[in-house]
């Protein structure tokens, strides 16, 4: 089983920074075909595909949202993913998720990721 543990949420004005953490434990292997991603659900809407980072090759896909201001990575020995989010907007409040996955599957789908993190809140201060 792997767990997932999100950091890095908090209140940020329009137009800030922030970086999301995501570290994960337990039966994680990166020598496998693993892929984490980042969702969010911002209130009273579906959680939604944000990034991934696929970890053998450390490409990264973005929704079309955080293309250009969100950037995605990894630290294979941290067993850790980041979200780098800038020009942040307040429509960007939303609790944040890392979830994790082997590959293939659909990677903007909920349903193709085995572990799921708590979530990290994300808001809008302005």
């Known amino acids: 089983q792997v767990r997932l543990m999100e950091s890095g949420g908090g209140s940020v004005q329009a137009g800030g920074s922030l970086r999301l953490s995501c570290t994960a434990s337990?039966?994680?292997?990166?020598?496998?075909?693993?892929?984490t991603g980042w969702f969010r659900r911002a209130p009273g809407k579906e959680r939604e595909f944000v990034a991934s980072?696929?970890?053998?090759?450390?490409?990264?896909y973005y929704s079309t949202f955080g293309e250009g201001r969100f950037t995605a990575s990894r630290d294979n020995a941290k067993n850790t993913q980041y979200l780098e989010m800038n020009d942040l907007k307040p429509e960007d409040t939303a609790i944040y998720y890392c979830?994790?996955?082997?590959?293939?599957?659909?990677?903007?789908?909920?349903?193709?990721?085995?572990?799921w993190g708590k979530g990290t809140l994300v808001t809008d201060s302005s």
């Open positions: 979830a994790a996955g082997r590959t293939p599957f659909t990677i903007t789908e909920v349903a193709g990721y085995e572990s």
């Open positions: 337990g039966s994680f292997d990166i020598n496998h075909d693993w892929l």
């Open positions: 980072v696929k970890w053998s090759t450390g490409g990264t």
